[in-house]
């Protein structure tokens, strides 16, 4: 969304219950809306509106409120991460704990992600994590589209390692698979069904019955994975900033 102007926090009260809210401007709005999820409460005005993001929010009160309490409630299942040596992280759906050691390169093994200390040391524990986290990722990925296209005929560009927030997967009309490195801390069927899911519109590009059909023809059990996905969506956060 483009922007302009500041973004203001400011705060009111809906129904006896304390808003904390952003106000931004933006020049591709056509109206305004109120946006509510993990990062909080957010009025989104057209660039030039007169609009009074107060008034908008108390015509809406019992909707925003009821809306804020569930987003509260997830955002007390978020992982806390701690970005240190001997802290715990996911890969591959397992526990790790990170291991900051002598060595040529950062590797995982069995039970440690096992971070090179000059790449620490020239950056940080999280970066140097997250860096590891997007080579295997790709790897992942690579191995995953290589195998299920030979099996469903079809051929992909190239594999793009992507920082989406809000994304899992996507697939270009010339066959380019962007792919969300955050997928690498959950179990390995999961980032199996996004490729795969991906590689299914290289044959029907739309989420039609015969979409779906491609995709269970590879994946029968994709229904399971696909609900894995939306129900511990949270577990694959790597930071605050995923939110």
């Known amino acids: 969304m483009a922007e302009s102007g500041e973004v203001r926090t400011r705060e009111t009260t809906l129904d006896g219950v304390p808003v904390t809210y952003e106000v931004r401007r933006s020049d ?19 660039a030039g509106a007169r609009v009074d993001p107060e008034r908008l929010l ?13 987003y509260e409630e997830r ?14 992280f996911p890969f591959r759906g397992e526990p790790h704990e990170v291991v900051v050691e002598r060595r040529s390169k950062s590797v995982v093994d069995d039970s440690a992600l096992r971070l090179a200390r000059h790449h620490v040391e020239g950056t940080s524990v999280k970066r140097a ?10 790897e992942a990925f690579e191995r995953e589209a290589t195998r299920h296209a030979a099996r469903m005929g079809v051929e992909f560009e190239r594999i793009e390692v992507r920082n989406q927030r809000t994304r899992w997967g996507s697939c270009s009309s010339k066959g380019t698979l ?9 179990p390995p069927e999961v980032l199996e069904y996004v490729v795969v899911h ?23 059990d994709y229904a399971d994975r696909r609900a894995w996905l939306r ?10 900033g995923d939110l």
């Open 198 to 220: 991906e590689l299914a519109h290289l044959v029907e590009p739309n989420h039609s019955d015969a979409f779906w059909a491609v995709l269970a023809a590879q994946l029968p």
């Open 129 to 138: 994590l997250e860096c590891l986290y997007r080579r295997k990722a790709r």
């Open 28 to 46: 591709r709005a056509r109206r305004s809306r109120i946006d509510v999820d993990l990062r909080g409460v957010r009025v989104v005005v057209p």
């Open 178 to 186: 962007s792919l969300n490195w955050r997928l690498v801390l959950g």
């Open 231 to 240: 129900e511990n969506r949270l577990e694959l956060v790597f930071d605050e």
């Open 58 to 70: 108390a015509e809406h009160a019992e909707w925003v409120v009821d809306a804020q309490a569930r």
């Open 75 to 88: 955002r007390e299942q978020v992982p806390a991460r701690r970005f240190e040596d001997g802290a715990t």
